[in-house]
């Protein structure tokens, strides 16, 4: 028997390939504006959005990706404020998503046999058709808004001075990233888990920079390494009966550590 004649190793591939593609996607563009937790922020609110749909008795992914959104924009508008006051806030915004995801939880009528530690670090074998359709619709959103913004993007994180002199619309544009950092977000989070998510956005690029030596071959090689090392930590997850989120992200951090070492030899 192989693991594609198993239909759920089926989904859970294709889940991966779609996570590996849009996770360093946007996570590039988050590494060149020094945002690399935003993924870690927006990970923990969107544990509120898991927890009210058990309240409510919704579907947990749609609810999910609404407060990933709102999420989202609320940790841009509040890093644009900037100083003490913005840090604090940002904090409070992270701690109590969080703490009201395990709330909501706890109180909800399923909350004692709902198993929350599949959201946190993942639980890709448990992924439907149902689950699959909206990750797919999410992922094709994520590579629709890179493809078409992504120039615009690029100058806003590479220097918002000058993006902003040149007539482009800095704040929207600011938003369209953290609106697709939570899309990312929200679609990966059956994969390797909302604390784990930002791992995935950060570390493949991380490692891309190693040895890239422009921003669009960072993007290009980042993916590819996003998409093999989720497949691959899969597979090591499947033949090792353990997490796949765990796996996959320690794979990343062994292509990582590969790729700084041959970077400082050949220097």
Same mark, same amino acid.
């Not at 693991?3 to 849009?22: C, E, P, Q, Y």
């Not at 009201?100 to 993942?122: C, R």
């Not at 992922?139 to 994180?157: D, I, Y």
């Not at 001075?161 to 619309?169: D, F, H, I, Q, Y």
């Given at each position: 028997?192989?693991?594609?004649?198993?239909?759920?190793?089926?989904?859970?591939?294709?889940?991966?390939?779609?996570?590996?593609?849009?996770?360093?996607?946007?996570?590039?563009?988050?590494?060149?504006?020094?945002?690399?937790?935003?993924?870690d922020?927006?990970?923990?609110?969107?544990?509120?959005?898991?927890?009210?749909?058990?309240?409510?008795?919704? /579907?947990?992914?749609?609810?999910?990706?609404?407060?990933?959104v709102?999420?989202?924009?609320?940790?841009?508008?509040?890093?644009?404020?900037?100083?003490?006051?913005?840090?604090?806030?940002?904090?409070?915004?992270?701690?109590g !998503?969080?703490?009201?995801?395990?709330?909501?939880?706890?109180?909800?009528?399923?909350?004692?046999?709902?198993?929350?530690?599949?959201?946190?670090?993942?639980?890709?074998?448990?992924?439907?058709?149902?689950?699959?359709?909206?990750?797919?619709?999410?992922?094709?959103?994520v590579?629709?808004?890179?493809t078409?913004?992504?120039?615009?993007?690029?100058?806003?994180?590479?220097?918002?001075?000058?993006? #902003?002199?040149?007539g482009?619309?800095? #704040?929207?544009?600011?938003?369209?990233?953290?609106?697709?950092?939570?899309?990312?977000?929200?679609? /990966?989070? #059956?994969?390797?888990?909302?604390?784990?998510?930002?791992?995935?956005?950060?570390?493949?690029?991380?490692?891309?920079?190693?040895?890239?030596?422009?921003?669009?071959?960072t993007?290009?090689?980042?993916?590819?390494?996003g998409?093999?090392?989720?497949?691959? !930590?899969?597979?090591?997850?499947?033949?090792?009966?353990? /997490?796949?989120?765990?796996?996959?992200?320690?794979? /990343?951090? !062994?292509?990582?550590?590969?790729?700084?070492?041959?970077?400082?030899?050949?220097?």
């Amino acid at each position: 028997m192989t693991v594609l004649s198993i239909d759920f190793m089926r989904m859970a591939l294709v889940a991966a390939v779609l996570v590996g593609l849009t996770a360093p996607a946007i996570g590039t563009f988050l590494v060149q504006r020094r945002l690399a937790l935003m993924g870690d922020g927006v990970g923990h609110v969107t544990l509120t959005g898991v927890g009210l749909a058990l309240l409510l008795g919704t /579907a947990p992914l749609p609810t999910a990706v609404v407060l990933a959104v709102a999420g989202a924009v609320a940790i841009e508008l509040l890093r644009e404020r900037g100083g003490t006051t913005g840090d604090v806030a940002l904090a409070l915004l992270f701690y109590g !998503g969080i703490a009201g995801g395990v709330l909501l939880t706890n109180i909800s009528k399923t909350g004692t046999s709902f198993n929350l530690v599949a959201y946190l670090f993942g639980s890709v074998s448990t992924v439907t058709g149902g689950d699959l359709a909206v990750i797919g619709s999410l992922a094709f959103v994520v590579l629709g808004v890179v493809t078409v913004f992504g120039r615009e993007m690029f100058s806003v994180c590479y220097d918002e001075e000058v993006a #902003r002199a040149s007539g482009l619309p800095v #704040r929207a544009l600011n938003l369209l990233i953290a609106v697709t950092a939570a899309l990312t977000v929200a679609l /990966a989070m #059956r994969v390797v888990g909302l604390l784990l998510v930002s791992a995935l956005m950060v570390v493949p690029v991380a490692a891309m920079q190693q040895v890239a030596k422009s921003f669009r071959a960072t993007l290009a090689g980042s993916i590819l390494i996003g998409v093999g090392v989720s497949v691959g !930590g899969l597979l090591i997850a499947y033949y090792l009966d353990t /997490a796949a989120g765990a796996a996959i992200v320690m794979t /990343a951090i !062994g292509v990582f550590a590969v790729l700084a070492t041959y970077a400082r030899v050949t220097r």
